[in-house]
């Protein structure tokens, strides 16, 4: 089963998921699938400032001063390109083992351990606390924006007030608005700060406002929750929230399993928890051949079995730990990436089982290498980034019919070896 590659807007990452539903921090935004075409220019179909000034009463009940309500709103100005966004469908789809190999990459494993030397205090204060590993608060941390690098451009009280006013889901982002301005009124960051997504989330691991109203912790005792400029009080916040998900401490999130041959795996699912007793007696081991039940596992553990490319291709166990990830962000490819980063993060290995394709996907290294590639090539296709999108993929297309390859503009390694092969030619010409 395919799955697919969401640009919501937020953050490194966005939402992968398998359905219409766009959820961020467990909680389902819009009927919105990706991000990532082009749309026709939305037209407004209300005044800006009138619909501003129409909700004074409600922003005044939820708890905004009148005063700061006014200052906020004085000069807002709408982005309709956020409704464009909300209204976008997708065109392409990216197979779970391209997400992986985009989220998953020597790159980020090699970042996040050293993220984990530099802030090994607050992590491992936050593990106290929490019960959550420091490897997994980092490995959300890498996935929701790259350790802060990429946390979103859009003002937030713009954003949320055109989606207040304009679009579906009004009533959804009327509340994220109105928190907004909430933690602004409350100090805990400047309206400068408060950028993020398109979507509304923001900071280095992505809250939305109500998230961070709720869940967000002022971890390095300076008074202030600050998810933005602070580290310690993001990481100790995403701790925060796995651990209110329901992170067990003690527990893995699950691991790689082997089927034996003849297994039939049709109605199981993450949902589907079963006792590791049935599996065992089922005839499942770890994918290294050893037996299920290892550590603080018993045969009474309850647990999952998630086929995400079908039973073809690499199969796990879940526990509630996956749930937790899940929670996060709502997509089984979103949690399995966390999941697969933080076993990174302690030293495992990649995962063992091959995926079901005959074109593997590509590292960020590798997809900036095709970039350039293309770009000598005369492309316009814009920066080296690694982010494959619309003009990198229709020049990718055009390689590939070049070379007789199947022109699907997926940037694998079939059309990596082929620009080599080509580069490396001319190189002995």
């Not at 959550?132 to 003002?155: H, L, M, Q, R």
């Not at 005839?283 to 553990?301: W, Y």
Request: hydrophobic share 40%; glycine share 10%; with cysteine.
């Amino acid at each position: 089963m395919r799955r697919l590659l969401v640009f919501c807007g937020f953050g490194l990452l966005g939402v992968i998921q398998t359905h219409a539903e766009l959820i961020i921090n467990g909680i389902t935004v819009s009927r919105v699938t990706a991000t990532e075409t082009t749309a026709e220019v939305y037209l407004p179909k209300s005044d800006f400032q009138a619909c501003l000034a129409n909700l004074t009463d409600q922003a005044l009940a939820s708890g905004i001063n009148a005063g700061r309500y006014a200052q906020y709103t004085r000069n807002l100005t709408p982005d309709y390109s956020v409704i464009e966004k909300l209204n976008y469908q997708p065109e392409f789809s990216t197979p779970i083992w391209d997400y992986l190999s985009g989220l998953v990459d020597d790159e980020r494993v090699a970042l996040g351990k050293q993220k984990l030397l530099q802030h090994r205090e607050i992590l491992n204060r936050a593990a106290q606390v929490y019960g959550v590993p420091p490897e997994t608060i980092v490995a959300v941390w890498g996935v929701e924006s790259n350790f802060g690098d990429i946390s979103g451009k859009y003002p937030l009280l713009q954003a949320l007030g055109t989606l207040s006013c304009e679009g579906r889901r009004q009533g959804y982002f009327r509340n994220e608005f109105f928190a907004a301005m909430r933690i602004l009124q409350q100090g805990d960051v400047r309206e400068e700060q408060l950028r993020g997504s398109w979507a509304g989330a923001f900071g280095h691991t992505q809250f939305m406002p109500s998230t961070y109203e709720r869940l967000a912790v002022d971890f390095d005792g300076d008074g202030r929750r600050d998810l933005v400029s602070s580290t310690a009080d993001a990481l100790a916040s995403t701790a925060n929230f796995l651990n209110k998900a329901g992170w067990q401490s003690g527990m893995p999130w699950g691991f790689e399993v082997k089927l034996p041959a003849g297994f039939q795996a049709q109605g199981e699912g993450r949902r589907n928890k079963k006792a590791l007793s049935h599996w065992l007696n089922q005839g499942l081991l770890r994918v290294d051949g050893t037996s299920l039940i290892q550590g603080n596992l018993s045969g009474s553990t309850p647990a999952g079995l998630m086929l995400p490319a079908g039973e073809n291709g690499p199969a796990f166990l879940v526990f509630k730990n996956f749930d937790a990830i899940y929670g996060y962000n709502a997509a089984e490819s979103y949690a399995l990436a966390i999941a697969h980063l933080s076993d990174r993060l302690q030293g495992q290995g990649p995962i063992v089982t091959s995926w079901p394709t005959e074109d593997a996907g590509t590292s960020r290294a590798e997809r900036r290498e095709i970039q350039r590639f293309l770009l000598n090539k005369g492309y316009d296709i814009g920066d080296v980034d690694g982010l494959i999108g619309d003009k990198t993929r229709q020049a990718i297309r055009q390689e590939q019919i070049k070379f007789g390859l199947s022109p699907n503009g997926r940037a694998g390694q079939k059309i990596l070896k082929a620009l080599r092969n080509e580069h490396a030619q001319r190189m002995m010409q």
